[in-house]
């Protein structure tokens, strides 16, 4: 091991060590929180249980056999409105997910000769932080191979693999590799048969998972409707193997009850309440969020400070694993996400809504742009035209002086090309806009993403 990883490591295993002296030198007596304290930790832990469904769902799923953990589940084709496991799908993108378990030592990770097809392959910890980025901005398109472990392992690395310490057992790797249409899929599904991703030995225990896919069905309205005790025993349970960082001391250090593997059952019935009092307030203000845009002050929820990375601004992590949980870091991909038009209503199917670019205004990527239209729980919603997005990757028309229009709507408009229309559903409905490999135009905030404007 060189001395760089080793002072890594030690490092890595200070901030374990300065976590259970957090987690061990709470007070056994639970110091009574307030309801406004109960909504903060509910936004704090919602993230880690939020992947659990997640991970339980998609691992469970009556579609495929044989998915596991330490396993790659590759999806071979373009996102289909049955798809319901990952909100907000990608039309754009093949996935290649993998959800890692480091809890039995560590797993081999290999990234075949991508040649010249866009890949990003980022990998989200338990608390839904992107620590890792491979693909074509960082790490390019030759052959790769990384040694994903915990910081405490101290065993040896294989000759040809470069070490990865990860912060918690559990890492989803949600790569997607570009694919233009269904045939252009074909082509890429080849380079997916040959990503690898094992256990460096072998496994003593299954995988057990709490959920069952066809009980869940859609992860989101499934988490926002859990009871308290459900939604902190799986908490609690994530807890074991998925420690907090050690920047969420500060937070911490109020909630004495947050201890060493306690579990829900330890807690006195007054906080049990007391935390039963905030879940239901912060699902109530979540579910508003979800299905009607309600904090959305602007046409666009544009932000990209930190994505991805959410350091203790906990309330905006657990807002974006609601809105669509697994964002990338900015440098590689943005979005603008709306439910409302450019007068603050909510989006319908029935009416047609028009998006301007300017002459030469569309979003400057090293990769590629798209808009995609789902129903209000975000996900597809079946069309005549199995057509759910357009973007810089399809047959737009523009205008003659280098301006370009989108239209939105459930039927096509009159007069308006193919892939200047985006099918939308009949009802209420939202749009997320990506940007794969921003440039600094729109990393340094200047770029400003069309008006979306109802049109009679």
Excluded: H
């Amino acid at each position: 091991m060189s001395l760089k990883s080793t002072i890594s490591s030690i490092k890595l295993f200070l901030v374990s060590l300065f976590i259970s002296s957090l987690m061990f030198s709470c007070s056994n007596e639970n110091t009574k929180i307030t309801e406004k304290q109960s909504e903060a930790f509910y936004d704090y832990a919602y993230p880690l249980v939020m992947m659990k469904i997640s991970q339980d769902a998609m691992l469970t799923s009556p579609l495929r056999k044989g998915d596991d953990v330490n396993k790659f589940i590759m999806f071979k084709k373009l996102a289909q409105p049955e798809n319901t496991a990952v909100v907000l799908g990608n039309r754009n993108t093949l996935y290649c997910v993998g959800w890692v378990d480091l809890s039995e030592g560590p797993v081999l990770f290999e990234i075949p000769d991508m040649n010249k097809r866009y890949y990003v392959m980022p990998l989200i910890d338990a608390w839904t932080n992107t620590f890792k980025s491979f693909g074509s901005r960082t790490t390019g398109q030759k052959a790769q191979k990384y040694f994903l472990t915990l910081s405490s392992y101290n065993g040896k690395v294989p000759d040809g693999y470069e070490r990865v310490n990860c912060p918690t057992s559990m890492v989803w790797i949600t790569g997607r590799i570009q694919a233009d249409n269904d045939a252009d899929a074909l082509v890429a599904n080849k380079l997916q048969d040959e990503y690898i991703l094992r256990p460096y030995t072998a496994r003593v225990n299954k995988y057990k998972p709490t959920f069952q896919a066809m009980k869940v069905k859609k992860p989101v309205p499934f988490s926002l409707a859990m009871d308290t005790e459900t939604f902190y025993t799986t908490f609690f349970d994530m807890l074991r193997t998925n420690p907090p960082a050690a920047a969420d001391a500060a937070f911490l250090k109020d909630y004495s009850f947050f201890k060493k593997n306690v579990s829900y059952n330890d807690l006195d019935e007054a906080t049990k309440a007391t935390l039963k009092a905030g879940l239901e307030k912060s699902t109530k203000k979540f579910l508003g969020i979800f299905y009607k845009g309600n904090e959305q002050k602007t046409a666009w929820d544009f932000k990209i400070e930190d994505m991805g990375d959410w350091g203790v601004d906990y309330s905006r992590r657990a807002y974006y694993a609601v809105w669509g949980i697994g964002a990338n870091i900015p440098q590689d991909a943005v979005y603008g996400v709306s439910q409302l038009d450019g007068d603050l209503k909510q989006l319908e199917g029935t009416n047609i809504y028009k998006i301007s670019f300017p002459p030469n205004g569309t979003p400057e990527v090293g990769g590629f742009w798209s808009i995609t239209a789902y129903n209000n729980e975000g996900y597809l919603e079946a069309n005549t035209e199995k057509r759910y997005a357009s973007g810089s990757n399809m047959d737009i028309k523009y205008n003659k002086d280098g301006s370009l229009d989108l239209y939105l709507s459930s039927k096509q408009p009159k007069g308006v090309s193919d892939y200047n229309w985006i099918p939308t559903p009949k009802g209420t409905f939202k749009i997320l806009f990506r940007m794969y490999w921003p440039k600094e135009s729109i990393l340094d905030g200047s770029y400003q993403l069309p008006n979306i404007k109802k049109i009679d």
